[in-house]
């Protein structure tokens, strides 16, 4: 099944969800000793392995981390080949000086704000399908 590749469809079909819960983002040389469950995302980069899980999986682990995030998932299902979608929603973030960190995966992108933004972020994102 296609995504939408179509940038004001999907700004006005965004549906911001929120998920429960916190998340943290933490690079280790090794995840071998995290159980794959805990894990939400994983990313190789030369200097470790990023991984996101819950901060009360990271807590059970004793691993350090200095950013804990709100999850938003943006249910339209968008297209990995659509333009504009990302940009539209970071610039709108940042106009209200909230930074966001986006994962994209293959039915959904996933915003993650600090937790303080929550409300904030929710309620940007939500104003997409007014317009």
């Not at 911001?16 to 995302?41: C, M, Q, T, W």
């Amino acid at each position: 099944m296609a995504g939408e590749t179509d940038l004001s469809v999907l700004l006005k079909t965004l549906k911001p969800k929120l998920n429960e819960g916190s998340y943290v983002f933490i690079s280790l040389k090794d995840i071998n000793h995290i159980p794959r469950a805990n894990i939400l995302f994983e990313f190789k980069e030369e200097e470790g392995t990023t991984i996101i899980l819950k901060q009360e999986k990271a807590d059970v682990h004793q691993l350090n981390y200095d950013f804990v995030a709100s999850w938003i998932t943006l249910t339209v299902h968008s297209s990995l080949n659509a333009v504009g979608l990302t940009a539209a929603v970071a610039n709108a973030l940042t106009k209200h000086n909230i930074s966001s960190n986006v994962v994209a995966a293959f039915y959904h992108d996933h915003i993650f704000v600090a937790t303080k933004d929550t409300a904030k972020s929710m309620q940007v994102l939500q104003e997409f399908s007014k317009k």
